[in-house]
């Protein structure tokens, strides 16, 4: 099943503690990107890649690191969260960017006391 | 700064009815725009795309219309189903920037059977 999967789907931590979600695809999709999601602010992007070792900054980049090793795999890196990174956050792939439909996994809430 | 906007956060429609989503953009090079549909505990999944070389897309129940003079799509769903029941989220992208995506901040749309 064409699927992407995101882990963990829950975690509540404390500020300062660094944390990995990873996100990883099974399309052999390019094109991958992590968004969060707040109330009243919708969906933002933080970072996309359009290919191995090819990563660019989205809309609220800050805080966050990303990295792009593998084609199938895309984790969000929180080197030292605050409470402000609380929020839930997707991971999208994409066959080749541009014009194609994004696949989302099914999110991750992140808490950050 | 928000480049889409979708101002009705909610929209109650009767079974069977016509329902209209409507979005905003401010951001006059985006040349494609998309749909998702979004249910609770559930990532986005794509819905619609048009291209700003179009006014009108259609696919089944589901028709999205561009007016790029006055910035703004909207999203028609007829007739609408219970199971349409769901956050609405419009999406922009610049072709000459490549993948990045902005992302309204949703309409929940519920259908009374």
């Known amino acids: 099943e064409a699927q992407v999967t995101q882990n963990p789907r829950y975690l509540i931590t404390v500020t300062g503690k660094k944390l990995t979600v990873t996100c990883s695809q099974n399309m052999n999709h390019e094109y991958m990107s992590w968004y969060r999601q707040d109330p009243g602010l919708g969906l933002r992007q933080i970072y996309y890649s359009m290919n191995v070792e090819v990563t660019d900054k989205g809309d609220v980049p800050e805080g966050y690191k990303v990295s792009r090793k593998e084609k199938r795999n895309f984790p969000l890196i929180l080197e030292s969260p605050s409470p402000n990174q609380t929020s839930l956050y997707f991971c999208a792939s994409s066959r080749t960017g541009g014009w194609q439909p994004q696949h989302f996994g099914d999110g991750t809430r992140l808490s950050i006391l | 700064d928000q480049q889409v906007k979708q101002n009705s956060p909610s929209l109650s429609v009767q079974e069977g009815r016509i329902s209209i989503l409507n979005c905003d953009y401010t951001?006059?090079?985006?040349?494609?725009f998309l749909w998702y549909k979004k249910y609770p505990a559930e990532g986005p999944t794509f819905l619609i795309s048009?291209?700003?070389?179009?006014d009108k897309n259609e696919d089944g129940r589901f028709t999205v219309f561009l007016n790029k003079s006055a910035k703004h799509l909207s999203l028609h769903i007829v007739p609408s189903q219970p199971g349409d029941s769901a956050v609405y989220f419009c999406a922009a992208s610049d072709s000459d920037t490549g993948n990045q995506f902005y992302f309204g901040t949703g309409t929940s749309l519920t259908v009374i059977p």
């Open positions: 951001n006059s090079m985006f040349d494609y």
């Open positions: 048009i291209s700003s070389i179009k």
